[in-house]
Nanobody, 124 residues
Framework: QVQLVESGGGLVQAGGSMRLSCAASGRTFSNYGMGWFRQAPGKEREFVASISWTGGSTLYANSVKGRFTISRDNAKNTVYLQMSSLKSEDSAVYYC?????????????????WGQGTQVTVSS
């Protein structure tokens, strides 16, 4: 079992930056592919970014490509999402997720573990 706890959300102005963190505990974090998803009110949860177990492979949603960067520090059991040039449409609850394989995935159902989410609000 893996427990995931997100932090770093809050209120930011459009054009600003914010970094989310996801701390993992439980099983060997370094064996897991990790991802970030988000869900805005009235919308389905959507893929944001994913990173492989070594960090050597990453995937991004087209809507965030070039603005967001996913990274991980296996020594700290933590995955990060650095967000820049934030837009109002980035406002959502952001969820960290882990999957019991080494690799990336854009598919929500391929993730086995989920955090409780952290709210990001971008004011225009």
């Amino acid at each position: 079992q893996v427990q995931l706890v997100e932090s770093g959300g809050g209120l930011v102005q459009a054009g600003g930056s914010m970094r989310l963190s996801c701390a993992a505990s439980g099983r060997t974090f370094s064996n897991y592919g990790m991802g970030w998803f988000r869900q805005a009110p009235g919308k389905e949860r959507e893929f944001v970014a994913s990173i492989s177990w070594t960090g050597g492979s990453t995937l991004y949603a087209n809507s965030v490509k070039g603005r967001f960067t996913i990274s991980r520090d296996n020594a700290k059991n933590t995955v990060y999402l650095q967000m820049s040039s934030l837009k109002s449409e980035d406002s959502a609850v952001y969820y960290c997720a882990g999957r019991s394989t080494y690799f990336t995935s854009t598919r929500l159902y391929e993730y086995d573990y989920w955090g409780q989410g952290t709210q990001v609000t971008v004011s225009s």
